[in-house]
T-cell receptor, first 113, second 112 residues
């Protein structure tokens, strides 16, 4: 069974440019998370989806960050415009309704220069 | 955002040694989780704890849910080279959908 798939794996952009990350959760997993992990720290939740509904986006910086999960499967996370402080790893994760375990993808590594 | 305090921040040990690390919080959690993250990868769940005082093992790994619900401990016995990585604790207020609050991580290095 395929795990959580993310793309791109690595992205280097100049500040003020837009960037988008894509996530395909494990098949059948209704809950999808986007986490951000700064260097030397643990991941922090940005947004959580139940199917296509964003049920917790309290920590998403809405002035420049947006996310969508239109059909309740794949999700995209967008940053526009990017700032230097956005350099981090953006992790997508998913969980099955009946399961305990949250499965993480390999992450999308963003460097803003 | 809030991050749990993990100690030590890093460890340098020889192969075969035992390892102990802990995680503390200023608030109560009802679920404690321990993850391992290898370079360039996402975190992978090692052990989940659901009850205060619970002691759970997974091979050479043993984790405990503190009685106060504000701390947890992870021990690794007889370390091997593949144990190298960063270990994160994570707390969850309610089992299931609630977000995970992660610790700051403990980096384990094995000296040849």
């Amino acid at each position: 069974e395929a795990g959580v798939v993310q793309s791109p794996r690595y992205k280097i952009i100049e500040k003020k440019q837009p960037v988008a990350f894509w996530c395909n959760p494990i098949s059948g997993h209704n809950t999808l998370y986007w986490y951000r992990q700064n260097l030397g720290q643990g991941p922090e939740l940005l947004i959580r989806y139940e199917n296509e509904e964003a049920v917790d986006d309290s920590q998403l910086p809405k002035d420049r960050f947006s996310a969508e999960r239109l059909k309740g499967v794949d999700s995209t996370l967008k940053i526009q415009p990017a700032e230097l402080g956005d350099s981090a790893v953006y992790l997508c994760a998913s969980r099955q309704d009946s399961g305990n375990t949250i499965y993480f993808g390999e992450g999308s590594w963003l460097t803003v220069v | 955002g809030q991050q749990l305090n993990q100690s030590p921040q890093s460890m340098f040990i020889q192969e075969g040694e035992d390892v102990s690390m802990n995680c503390t919080s200023s608030s109560i959690f009802n679920t404690w989780l321990w993850y391992k993250q290898d370079p360039g990868e996402g975190p992978v769940l090692l052990i989940a704890l659901y009850k205060a005082g619970e002691l759970t093992s997974n091979g050479r790994l043993t984790a405990q849910f503190g009685i106060t619900r504000k701390d947890s401990f992870l021990n690794i016995s007889a370390s091997i080279p593949s144990d190298v990585g960063i270990y994160f604790c994570a707390g969850q207020v309610n089992f299931g959908n609630e977000k995970l609050t992660f610790g700051t991580g403990t980096r384990l290095t094995i000296i040849p």
